[in-house]
């Protein structure tokens, strides 16, 4: 009897190991509404290193830690929701987050805050429309 329970306890193991797993896969959608979140977040700041703040915080969840442009010494909101919206993308929503960076980048560039801002506001659209 006890030789039957071993391979019960097994798969009941694995059955937990994998359901336990899907919750560290990643989450392309949740880092895409933090960017978009923080995209407006920067669009409505007032001073321009806010601005620039938010914005960071943007292209660390699009990139991901392992991404060109991550900043480690800026928060990333999207800690633990995946490996970063871009690379967790699929083919189709790559190109769409791969130009919301552009115009984040864009905006983390600028020098004086109606430009930030103005990238800023259209990174947000751009984001909530891939949140759809």
């Given amino acids: 009897m006890t030789a039957r329970l071993f391979p019960s306890l097994a798969l009941a193991g694995l059955g937990l190991l994998i359901a336990g797993s899907a919750s560290y896969a990643a989450d392309e959608s949740r880092e895409v509404a933090t960017a978009a979140a923080h995209a407006s977040m920067a669009a409505g700041a007032d001073k321009l290193p ?8 943007v292209i660390n969840c699009l990139v991901g830690p392992g991404g060109s442009g991550y900043d480690a010494s800026q928060e990333d909101p999207c800690k633990g929701q995946g490996a970063g919206a871009i690379p967790d993308a699929s083919p189709r929503q790559r190109a769409h987050l791969e130009s919301a960076l552009s115009l984040a980048q864009d ?4 020098t004086d805050l109606s430009t930030a801002k103005a990238r800023a ?8 429309k891939a949140e759809k």
């Fill in 121 to 128: 506001t259209a990174t947000a659209k751009m984001l909530h």
């Fill in 50 to 57: 806010m601005v620039h703040a938010h914005l960071h915080h």
């Fill in 107 to 110: 905006g983390l560039a600028a």
